[in-house]
């Protein structure tokens, strides 16, 4: 699953496939966010625009970032849409390197929202993770909260942030609504 943002209603991939869309067992899911205006720019583009993302490792459960200033037309479509991988995150235990991680969580990256410097992530049994971006292709945890539940692990599935306050607030499916104030470098 990930965060969609967009004026179209948001789909549970891959089980309800939006219209035009082809189930493929190998199909990756990239969803752009409306706040870089990039969304705009290929709503607007004429036709079917394509986007091609060069990574650098096999996606397991980290986030990657990309670096928009470096778009290039690689595919020679007329449209400067193609961009190259700039940093990973992969500090969580069980995100990368690892074919096979522990059956007692799901340790895969979900939902992330960033205030100023900080970026707190949903991630499943992790629960929050925060990480530093003030080095964009450099990023380093700076904080954790994983929820309490009574039975297995958590499984945090959303976060969403108050840009005032910082109070970052956490969905877990199994626990329910959780309300975090970061402190210390987490905090930013």
Aim: aromatic share 10%; charged share 20%; net charge negative.
């Amino acid at each position: 699953m990930s965060n969609l943002v967009s004026p179209d209603d948001p789909y549970p991939f891959p089980y309800e496939l939006p219209n035009g869309i082809a189930k493929d067992e190998d199909m990756v899911v990239v969803q752009i966010s409306d706040a870089d205006g990039l969304a705009d720019d290929l709503r607007a583009a004429p036709g079917t625009p394509t986007i091609t993302l060069d990574t650098t490792t096999p996606a397991v459960g980290y986030v990657r970032i990309f670096d928009e200033s470096q778009l290039v037309d690689s595919d020679g479509d007329g449209q400067a849409q193609e961009f190259k991988e700039v940093a990973t995150f992969t500090e969580p235990a069980h995100v990368f390197g690892e074919l096979t991680p522990p059956a007692n969580g799901t340790w895969s990256v979900h939902n992330t929202e960033v205030r100023g410097d900080i970026a707190y992530s949903a991630w499943y049994s992790h629960g929050i993770v925060a990480w530093d971006l003030s080095t964009v292709t450099a990023p380093t945890q700076v904080g954790q909260f994983r929820p309490w539940t009574r039975k297995g692990w958590p499984q945090v599935w959303g976060v969403a942030v108050d840009p005032e306050t910082g109070t970052v607030y956490a969905s877990d499916i199994v626990s329910g609504l959780w309300v975090v104030r970061p402190t210390g470098p987490a905090a930013g």
